[in-house]
């Protein structure tokens, strides 16, 4: 059984918590956040160790990886801690907001950047890897066109916004996952922005919706389409398009109940509204599938490397909206796997 540290108790620790805690082969034996409430309300909700002091679960030698849930600016330092400790870590997107950091990062870590997976929970979604598995498999051929549509329910908090990094890197950094996911090596971003939902949005600097084109190594073109608001709920889904056929994953809903009456037909209930509830078992098979890489030692997808590149395509179209001009990759990107 992997014996896991959580570093961080806000949000998304306590989504982590509740995966290692509901896995079979992990036990949560230690919880840290420097905020102490924050700490003992994870650790007797999921039974687990708790402190302060990040270096109780870093320098115990008992405690076999660790989980980097905390706020992005730490993220360099724990990561790099942890591995030189000697621990597997599964560290939340991004690694920074800044590409030189994670670039003087790689360079310090060398080789145990195998060590670290990253946090792009939604490669594990049921109804995506599907989708992804049956490409793979080539059901639609060779892949030419791919849609992903990310929506959240309503626009974060005015502070939430004023430190994410801009919608790029705190929420399409997801979706620039899922392309190269599907892709490979992305060489061109043409990206465009609005802001149409939330004036604290616009005053901080950053856009509400976008629409971002990729152009893959290959020659398969992805389109990226977001917004802050959707009035109907949480909006997440992908169309994979080929000579052959196409593939798609629709919105999902508690249950699959429709009603039919005299004004109207097939009324279903509204969408997840919620990130949580949508994607609470991307969570729990992205920890498996962590467990399973530690205990493989063959390395993992998503990697350090692929944390990397998602981010350079995010800058890449902030680049693009700025100037309106389509923006070349530097490549190839660093996604050759890496043995821990």
Request: aromatic letters at 8%.
């Amino acid at each position: 059984m992997l014996s896991i540290g959580l570093l961080g108790c806000g949000r998304i620790g306590r989504v982590h918590a509740d995966s290692i805690a509901t896995n079979p082969r992990a036990h949560l034996a230690r919880v840290y956040d420097p905020f102490e409430q924050a700490a003992s309300a994870v650790g007797a909700r999921f039974g687990a160790q708790t402190t302060t002091d990040v270096d109780d679960i870093i320098g115990d030698p008992g405690i076999d990886a660790v989980v980097i849930a905390s706020p992005t600016p730490t993220h360099i330092d724990l990561l790099t801690a942890a591995v030189e400790a000697g621990k597997a870590v599964l560290c939340e997107k991004p690694i920074d907001l800044d590409v030189a950091l994670v670039d003087a990062c790689a360079q310090r870590i060398d080789d145990l950047a195998g060590r670290v997976m990253l946090g792009f929970n939604r490669r594990f979604d049921p109804s995506f890897a599907d989708i992804h598995a049956r490409v793979a498999a080539g059901q639609l051929g060779p892949l030419e066109q791919l849609t992903i549509i990310s929506r959240d329910p309503a626009p974060p908090p005015a502070a939430y916004v004023a430190t994410s990094g801009g919608l790029f890197k705190d929420m399409t950094i997801h979706d620039f996952d899922m392309a190269r996911f599907f892709l490979g090596d992305v060489v061109e971003v043409t990206a465009t922005g609005s802001n149409l939902v939330s004036p604290e949005i616009e005053a901080a600097g950053d856009i509400d919706g976008a629409v971002v084109v990729l152009r893959g190594v290959n020659g398969a073109v992805a389109t990226i389409i977001n917004s802050r608001r959707a009035a109907f709920g949480y909006d997440q889904r992908l169309e994979a398009f080929g000579e052959l056929g196409m593939l798609r994953a629709e919105n999902q809903l508690p249950t699959s109940v429709t009603f039919s009456g005299a004004t109207s037909t097939q009324v279903a209930p509204p969408y997840y509204n919620f990130f949580l509830d949508r994607y609470t078992p991307a969570y729990r098979a992205e920890l498996d599938a962590f467990i399973t890489g530690v205990e493989a030692g063959t390395g993992f997808s998503p990697s350090f490397a692929d944390g990397r590149a998602a981010l350079v395509l995010a800058q890449a179209a902030d680049e693009s909206v700025r100037t309106g001009a389509t923006v070349a990759v530097p490549g190839p990107d660093l996604d050759a796997p890496v043995t821990p």
